[in-house]
C-alpha cells in the first residue's frame, strides 16, 4: 500500500524558519515531490529529491532518508506570499504521483 | 515555452449529464496525468496515459474515462455526473525519460461543479 502523512496545518512568522515534514509509505519508491499550491491555484513543482541528503535551492531546502521514509521542506526568512499549501508525493517509474493531504502554511506578520 | 493548458476552465453541470475536459501538455512533453482535487481527499490520481495508451490508472470508477492523441493532448470524460464529483480536475505533463519519475507540470486545472 501507499501511505503519505503530513502535519494538517501549520502557522510561522514572517522572516521566521519553518519546517515541513513528510513520512511515506510506498512500494516502488523512486523520488519525493514537494510541490506548492496556492488558494485557488495549480501545484507548481518546488524540489525532487531521489538519494538522501539536503537539496537547496534558494530560500527553500528538501531533505530526504530514504531508510527512514522521512522528507522535510525547510522555508527561511518566511515571506507573506509564502502562505500556501505544501503537498508531498511520492513518484514510481512512470507518470504517477501519490499525494498526501497537504500542509497549509499560514504566515503571520 | 507555453505551460499546460486546460479547457474549459470552468464548468456547471447537473446529475446525470456527461462532460469532457480538455488538456494540451507543455511542447515535447509525452506524458499526461489528471487528478482530482477536493477538500475533503486531497490530490487523488485519475490516470496517465503516453503515447496514446493508459499506463496507470487510480481508483475511480469506470464513469471516468480518457484518451490521448497523437499531438500528446488529452481528454478525459465524466459520464452519469454524480454531485460528489464536484472538484477541481488537474491535468499534469511531463517530459518522461527512462529509469525514474519526471517533474510534472500542472495545468491550471478545471472546476466542476455538478447541481
Known amino acids: 500500500g501507499q501511505n503519505i502523512d503530513q502535519p494538517t496545518e501549520m502557522t510561522a512568522t514572517e522572516g521566521a524558519i519553518v519546517q515541513i515534514n513528510c513520512t511515506y509509505q510506498?512500494?516502488?519508491?523512486?523520488?519525493l515531490f514537494w510541490y506548492q499550491q496556492h488558494a485557488g491555484e495549480a501545484p507548481t513543482f518546488l524540489s525532487y529529491?531521489?538519494?538522501?541528503g539536503l537539496e537547496e535551492k534558494g530560500r527553500f531546502s528538501s531533505f530526504l532518508s530514504r531508510s527512514k521514509g522521512y522528507s522535510y521542506l525547510l522555508l527561511k526568512e518566511l515571506q507573506m506570499k509564502d502562505s500556501a499549501s505544501y503537498l508531498c508525493a511520492t513518484g514510481g517509474n512512470t507518470g504517477k504521483l501519490i499525494f498526501g493531504q497537504g500542509t497549509t502554511l499560514q504566515v503571520k506578520p | 515555452k507555453a505551460g499546460v493548458t486546460q479547457t474549459p476552465r470552468y464548468l456547471i453541470k447537473t446529475r446525470g449529464q456527461q462532460v469532457t475536459l480538455s488538456c494540451s501538455p507543455i511542447?515535447?512533453?509525452?506524458?499526461v496525468s489528471w487528478y482530482q482535487q477536493t477538500p475533503g481527499q486531497g490530490l487523488q490520481f485519475l490516470f496517465e496515459y503516453f503515447s496514446e495508451t493508459q499506463r496507470n490508472k487510480g481508483n475511480f470508477p469506470g464513469r471516468f474515462s480518457g484518451r490521448q492523441f497523437s499531438n500528446s493532448r488529452s481528454e478525459m470524460n465524466v459520464s452519469t455526473l454524480e454531485l460528489g464529483d464536484s472538484a477541481l480536475y488537474l491535468c499534469?505533463?511531463?517530459?518522461?525519460?527512462?529509469?525514474?519519475?519526471?517533474?510534472?507540470?500542472f495545468g491550471p486545472g478545471t472546476r466542476l461543479t455538478v447541481l
Open positions: 510506498t512500494s516502488g519508491f523512486n523520488g
Open positions: 511542447s515535447g512533453h509525452r506524458s
Open positions: 529529491n531521489v538519494l538522501d
Open positions: 499534469a505533463s511531463s517530459l518522461e525519460f527512462a529509469g525514474g519519475p519526471d517533474t510534472q507540470y
